[in-house]
């Protein structure tokens, strides 16, 4: 298992499990500076003592032997685990070296010491004065923060202002350091792959130039060196296009924090100042403190960023009531009391700010609406899977191929945006789109046309390998075996939407051209993967996490380049059964926490009144009534369709709320497979066309209509989310609703439910059965 990776998001919030994190990054970086600074003193032994050679070579072979790579992340790809095991390959080559007694070293300090000693001062270095800067901020905010709490309320208010406003500045600065430390420490984690490596791999081409005996030695490592240089130049290539984006949210973060916040799983979470009762008067202790609505369990952990280290045990209780402390009955500002049900008294607590202690009170008594919102990331332009889409793409394929296939730099070379905009425009006018002319003006540059295609990709409501399945993409790169990992995104191509899949098998068949050709155009598949890995496969959250991923993205589109044949002309083999696939992936699931994507993407705390609740629900019946008549028969007709890629879903898919037509189906028959017990994936982001058929099926029934018997399973279930509908089939509801008739639906990743006498579907993934 690789370090952690940093969120941006959690430098606002400053947890013990940040600064625990944060930690282990530090203890790498001490780890590797350690260790950069012993190996460059063994290569000056190595240089200068010939009399010592045999014995300093032998050490510094088994330097090299011994160290290992930490990777941020889960896994690893080929070219990081070629680079890791490049260290064992080297030291191996040393000890044949010293096998064959050979006395000749020239030329060692410019390739290796030096480049090992500018990226130990330059790179760790910078990262140490960095944490310098770190530490400082971090003493001077806390201590002016205690210091702005401890303010009596009885000052002007003035004063209280000018305080409260050089506290923000002083906050905002603390933050913004520690932005700019996470990016940096994350930096030179991922420099060291190939600045670190680099100089030892021209120390040894240096070697085999002055050593006539190691001949031999040297044209035997010859192919793993042309492996070993394409790895390090790959994994230079995609640290290029990480730290970019990695540094894109960095500056998105610096703008507007509140938008980037991770998901918590908590209602509520923060630092707040717990009042306890000592010997000589009353103190006032930190803590970290986190709060569940559905539990109402408030758990304390006192912590001192200042001393980074629990200053206590952990206390959980069970929250009573929480009322606002007024300002007159206690010298401290921002002040609350709350009351738990199995510990006596009050406990008096102080929050950070007069905004923080206005959250900490709405999410305690839930008097006010907590909105969490997801802001949709995707473009909501007006391009799509149709027929004028297909002619976009084919005319831009076609230009490419008939007169700049031999172009250097192919789809790596962006055009201008205006001029990209402009062609865009041309290709997506109805009127011109019909035409049979394929082919495009010549006044057109071949990077505009290029930059046009990707453009219209991106432009698309969802990505072209669709949010649903990034995951599985990305675990089937993961996989150790090369043949497994085809045979994984062979399976998971078919099950994309038909249009999906005919846009994907084109542009395939046209990268897989432009691959052919990359001597000319110097555009191999690994370039390739690299320019449309995010376009065709990027994640529905932006985090650090999903950035690290990138480099398997690029892989997937590798794979499916230099196979598009077999994956789109032959039918994928029989995928292994739900139960192999548990056992298979359960290692890995099990010790893995789940990653923000895994959870709900959004939570709505809503109070409807009575009337208006009424109101929305005849809404609801009637537009239903008219729905369903003309869509039943298309929605049986496309889930049967469908059924048969249910038995080989992937277990491991997001935790998505699934998208479906604005349509209910009938009810499934008691042997249906589209059970709880199966496993269920999400339906296309885009919605099923619909039919003029008519069908006498309603999907909103009374509840007293519903009968319970042995051959359905009817049961009861509760919310674990809440939900907001998206459809008028669906049912909107908070955290804790209990519905009754809960049974199976025909769509997948969704069941039938009964709320106030309102029948309509439930996410699978929201709700746990009674």
Same mark, same amino acid.
């Given at each position: 298992?690789?370090?952690?990776?940093?969120?941006?998001?959690?430098?606002?919030?400053?947890?013990?499990?940040?600064?625990?994190?944060?930690?282990?990054?530090?203890?790498?970086?001490?780890?590797?500076?350690?260790? #950069?600074?012993? *190996?460059? $003193?063994?290569? =000056?032994?190595? +240089?200068? &003592?010939? %009399?010592?050679?045999?014995?300093?070579?032998? /050490?510094?072979?088994?330097?090299?032997?011994?160290?290992?790579?930490?990777?941020?992340?889960?896994?690893?790809?080929?070219?990081?685990?070629?680079?890791?095991?490049?260290?064992?390959?080297?030291?191996?080559?040393?000890?044949?070296?010293?096998?064959?007694?050979?006395?000749?070293?020239?030329?060692?300090?410019?390739?290796? #010491?030096?480049? *090992?000693? $500018?990226?130990? =001062?330059?790179? +760790?270095? &910078?990262? %140490?004065?960095?944490?310098?800067?770190?530490? /400082?901020?971090?003493?001077?905010?806390?201590?002016?923060?205690?210091?702005?709490?401890?303010?009596?309320?009885?000052?002007?208010?003035?004063?209280?202002?000018?305080?409260?406003?050089?506290?923000?500045?002083?906050?905002?600065?603390?933050?913004?350091?520690?932005?700019?430390?996470?990016?940096?420490?994350?930096?030179?984690?991922?420099?060291?792959?190939?600045?670190?490596?680099?100089?030892?791999?021209?120390?040894?081409?240096?070697?085999?130039?002055?050593?006539?005996?190691?001949?031999?030695?040297?044209?035997?490592?010859?192919?793993?060196?042309?492996?070993?240089?394409?790895?390090?130049?790959?994994?230079?290539?995609?640290?290029?296009?990480?730290?970019?984006?990695?540094?894109?949210?960095?500056?998105?973060?610096?703008?507007?924090?509140?938008e980037h916040k991770t998901i918590s799983p908590y209602t509520m979470e923060g630092y707040l100042y717990v009042q306890e009762k000592r010997h000589f008067g009353t103190s006032w202790v930190k803590h970290y403190c986190t709060y569940q609505r559905d539990s109402k369990q408030i758990?304390?952990?006192?912590?001192?960023?200042?001393?980074?280290?629990?200053?206590?045990?952990?206390?959980?209780?069970?929250?009573?009531?929480?009322?606002?402390?007024?300002?007159?009955?206690?010298?401290?500002?921002?002040?609350?009391?709350?009351?738990?049900?199995?510990?006596?008294?009050?406990?008096?607590?102080?929050?950070?700010?007069?905004?923080?202690?206005?959250?900490?009170?709405?999410?305690?008594?839930?008097?006010?609406?907590?909105?969490?919102?997801?802001?949709?990331?995707?473009?909501?332009?007006?391009?799509?899977?149709?027929?004028?889409?297909?002619?976009?793409?084919?005319?831009?394929?076609?230009?490419?191929?008939?007169?700049?296939?031999?172009?250097?730099?192919?789809?790596?070379?962006?055009?201008?945006?205006?001029?990209?905009?402009?062609?865009?425009?041309?290709?997506?006018?109805?009127?011109?789109?019909?035409?049979?002319?394929?082919?495009?003006?010549?006044?057109?540059?071949?990077?505009?046309?290029?930059?046009?295609?990707?453009?219209?990709?991106?432009?698309?409501?969802?990505?072209?390998?669709?949010?649903?399945?990034?995951?599985?993409?990305?675990?089937?790169?993961?996989?150790?075996?090369?043949?497994?990992?085809?045979?994984?995104?062979?399976?998971?191509?078919?099950?994309?939407?038909?249009?999906?899949?005919?846009?994907?098998?084109?542009?395939?068949?046209?990268?897989?051209?432009?691959?052919?050709?990359?001597?000319?155009?110097?555009?191999?598949?690994?370039?390739?993967?690299?320019?449309?890995?995010?376009?065709?496969?990027?994640?529905?959250?932006?985090?650090?996490?999903?950035?690290?991923?990138?480099?398997?993205?690029?892989?997937?589109?590798?794979?499916?380049?230099?196979?598009?044949?077999?994956?789109?002309?032959?039918v994928p083999d029989a995928p292994l059964s739900n139960a192999q696939l548990h056992l298979s992936r359960k290692k890995s699931s099990d010790s893995k926490p789940p990653s923000c994507s895994e959870r709900p993407l959004t939570l709505f705390h809503t109070v409807q009144s009575t009337?208006?609740?009424?109101?929305?629900?005849?809404?609801?019946?009637?537009?239903?009534?008219?729905?369903?008549?003309?869509?039943?028969?298309?929605?049986?007709?496309?889930?049967?369709?469908?059924?048969?890629?249910?038995?080989?879903?992937?277990?491991?898919?997001?935790?998505?709320?699934?998208?479906?037509?604005?349509?209910?189906?009938?009810?499934?028959?008691?042997?249906?497979?589209?059970?709880?017990?199966?496993?269920?994936?999400?339906?296309?982001?885009?919605?099923?066309?619909?039919?003029?058929?008519?069908?006498?099926?309603?999907?909103?029934?009374?509840?007293?209509?519903?009968?319970?018997?042995?051959?359905?399973?009817?049961?009861?279930?509760?919310?674990?989310?809440?939900?907001?509908?998206?459809?008028?089939?669906?049912?909107?509801?908070?955290?804790?609703?209990?519905?009754?008739?809960?049974?199976?639906?025909?769509?997948?990743?969704?069941?039938?439910?009964?709320?106030?006498?309102?029948?309509?579907?439930?996410?699978?993934?929201?709700?746990?059965?009674?």
């Open positions: 298992m690789g370090l952690p990776a940093l969120e941006f998001s959690d430098c606002c919030l400053d947890s013990p499990h940040f600064r625990e994190t944060l930690k282990s990054h530090e203890a790498e970086l001490d780890k590797t500076n350690k260790f #950069i600074k012993e *190996l460059i $003193k063994d290569g =000056k032994s190595l +240089i200068s &003592a010939l %009399k010592n050679l045999s014995s300093a070579k032998r /050490k510094f072979a088994d330097s090299l032997n011994e160290f290992k790579f930490q990777c941020i992340g889960d896994a690893e790809t080929d070219d990081e685990m070629c680079i890791a095991r490049s260290l064992q390959e080297f030291a191996t080559v040393l000890r044949n070296l010293e096998d064959e007694r050979i006395l000749m070293i020239e030329n060692a300090s410019e390739v290796l #010491i030096t480049p *090992l000693e $500018k990226f130990r =001062k330059e790179q +760790i270095g &910078a990262a %140490k004065e960095a944490k310098k800067k770190y530490d /400082k901020e971090t003493e001077k905010y806390c201590g002016i923060l205690e210091k702005h709490l401890n303010l009596s309320s009885k000052k002007k208010e003035s004063q209280l202002q000018e305080a409260d406003s050089q506290v923000d500045l002083v906050r905002q600065h603390f933050y913004e350091v520690s932005l700019e430390y996470v990016f940096k420490v994350q930096e030179v984690q991922e420099r060291k792959m190939f600045e670190f490596v680099e100089p030892l791999l021209a120390f040894l081409q240096g070697l085999f130039t002055f050593y006539h005996h190691g001949y031999e030695l040297a044209k035997d490592f010859s192919d793993f060196k042309t492996q070993l240089t394409i790895s390090i130049q790959n994994t230079r290539n995609r640290f290029e296009g990480t730290r970019s984006e990695v540094e894109s949210l960095m500056k998105k973060m610096k703008e507007n924090p509140l758990t304390m952990v006192p912590f001192d960023q200042k001393s980074g280290g629990k200053g206590g045990e952990d206390e959980s209780v069970t929250l009573k009531s929480c009322t606002r402390r007024k300002t007159d009955s206690i010298e401290k500002r921002f002040c609350f009391d709350v009351e738990a049900v199995d510990r006596p008294g009050v406990i008096t607590m102080q929050a950070l700010s007069e905004e923080d202690r206005r959250l900490w009170m709405e999410a305690m008594d839930g008097r006010e609406p907590v909105y969490n919102s997801n802001k949709d990331s995707q473009n909501e332009g007006m391009a799509q899977l149709d027929s004028i889409g297909f002619s976009v793409i084919r005319k831009c394929i076609h230009a490419v191929e008939t007169r700049g296939i031999n172009e250097q730099g192919l789809y790596r070379i962006v055009g201008v945006n205006s001029r990209v905009q402009k062609l865009l425009s041309v290709l997506m006018d109805p009127k011109t789109a019909s035409e049979t002319e394929t082919d495009i003006c010549a006044e057109w540059e071949i990077k505009t046309i290029t930059s046009a295609l990707k453009t219209y990709l991106r432009m698309l409501p969802g990505p072209l390998m669709m949010y649903q399945f990034q995951r599985s993409f990305i675990k089937a790169a993961k996989l150790e075996n090369q043949e497994t990992r085809v045979s994984e995104i062979h399976s998971l191509v078919h099950r994309l939407p038909e249009k999906n899949r005919q846009m994907l098998q084109l542009l395939m068949n046209h990268l897989a051209n432009v691959a052919n050709n990359h001597k000319q155009n110097l555009m191999t598949v690994a370039n390739l993967g690299v320019v449309f890995g995010p376009t065709l496969l990027r994640p529905q959250e932006e985090t650090v996490a999903a950035i690290m991923d990138i480099k398997f993205q690029n892989i997937v589109i590798e794979i499916l380049i230099e196979n598009h044949e077999k994956i789109f002309n032959t009337e208006k609740q009424e109101q929305r629900n005849s809404i609801i019946n009637s537009s239903l009534e008219s729905v369903v008549s003309s869509n039943a028969n298309s929605i049986l007709n496309s889930s049967s369709s469908l059924q048969p890629n249910m038995n080989s879903s992937d277990p491991d898919l997001d935790v998505v709320k699934p998208t479906r037509p604005n349509s209910l189906p009938p009810n499934p028959s008691p042997t249906s497979p589209l059970s709880p017990s199966w496993p269920m994936f999400s339906a296309p982001s885009s919605p099923m066309p619909t039919s003029s058929t008519s069908s006498d099926s309603s999907p909103v029934r009374p509840e007293e209509e519903v009968r319970e018997d042995s051959s359905t399973p009817f049961r009861k279930a509760k919310a674990l989310y809440a939900c907001k509908a998206e459809h008028d089939s669906e049912l909107s509801f908070t955290a804790g609703t209990v519905f009754n008739n809960v049974h199976p639906s025909q769509e997948p990743g969704w069941l039938e439910g009964t709320l106030n006498g309102k029948t309509g579907l439930i996410p699978e993934n929201y709700v746990e059965f009674l």
